[in-house]
């Protein structure tokens, strides 16, 4: 395996940095901040949550990760608003990047239906 390494026939992944679960949505956010981020208020996104008929008990990928319905929406639209690279984007929301992209996807399938 070393002899591969060395070679540069592979490399191994670089550990995954910490997950910061301090960091959480803020369903207080103020409307400026918001637009900024998801290019809605908080209000138009449980509007928005609404009118897309997505599950108020929330969103639940197949791999079992649980998010309100709100905030699963809010992700796709953060996701969306601008390219950053997917750890930035799973910070803000003190998320790893695999739950955050899985997440993502299925509200964005969900919502291209």
Known sequence: MTVLQQQNCFRLRDAAPP????????VMLDDATAKARYRFTITELRELAKKLKLPEDGVTTPSGDRVDRVEALAMLCRRLSEPSKLLTVASEFGRGTGPYSRVVKKKNRSASR
């Open 19 to 26: 997950v910061d679960s301090s960091r959480r949505f803020d």
